[in-house]
């Protein structure tokens, strides 16, 4: 089911890169939360 897929913010992809170094082999999926450029959200790129 979709409710048991983990959802994930990083505000920049350093921080994206450094929890898939720990936890790659944690999940077999995840859901990644981007916001829109035009949001006062920081967000990757």
């Not at 409710?3 to 505000?11: D, G, H, L, Q, V």
């Not at 994206?16 to 790129?45: C, G």
């Amino acid at each position: 089911m979709i409710s048991e897929i983990p959802e994930y913010y990083f505000e920049r992809d350093v921080e994206w890169y450094d929890w898939l170094q720990s936890n790659h082999d944690k999940f077999k999926a995840v859901l990644l939360i981007f916001y829109k450029l035009e949001t006062a959200m920081p967000t990757m790129r």
